[in-house]
């Protein structure tokens, strides 16, 4: 089987920021701002993935692991010990491993992924407005009392 340079270097990569912790490590030295500059350093295997024409569906599971890893990363304390646990880059390097040779292709469970990403996210959406709403009813409850 011939050697793919380009796979090699993405898996070079995710070995460096996953495997040898500099990822979640970025993180906790530089809160917050650790957390996105690994997310942009993983950006490229997202960016490999792009070029060899890998379904758009399956770039955005890409995007969303790396969006996890950089949210969750921010959360204090919390948040790095879980992103020593979740290893976004490994899993978008299998990602591209696995459709690469598929021909680009997205699988059933890619579409199951981004449903319920979607429907989680549109669930916090709700969760927060409803939040907002029962809060300025608090308030316009306490000010018309007072």
Excluded: Q
């Amino acid at each position: 089987m011939p050697s793919d340079p380009e796979l090699e270097r993405v898996r070079t990569l995710s070995r460096v920021l996953d495997s040898y912790m500099v990822d979640p490590l970025l993180g906790l030295v530089l809160p917050g701002v650790g957390d996105v500059l690994g997310s942009l350093i993983g950006l490229y295997t997202v960016v490999i993935a792009a070029r060899r024409k890998v379904s758009l569906l399956v770039i955005a599971r890409m995007l969303l692991n790396l969006g996890i890893d950089a949210a969750v990363g921010v959360v204090p304390l919390v948040g790095d010990i879980i992103d020593f646990g979740f290893k976004a880059n490994k899993k978008n390097v299998e990602l591209l491993a696995e459709r690469s040779s598929l021909g680009g292709r997205a699988t059933a469970r890619d579409w199951l992924v981004l449903a319920v990403a979607v429907a989680a996210f549109a669930g916090m959406i709700a969760l927060v407005c409803w939040g907002i709403s029962a809060l300025v009813r608090a308030l316009w409850c306490a000010r018309s009392a007072g």
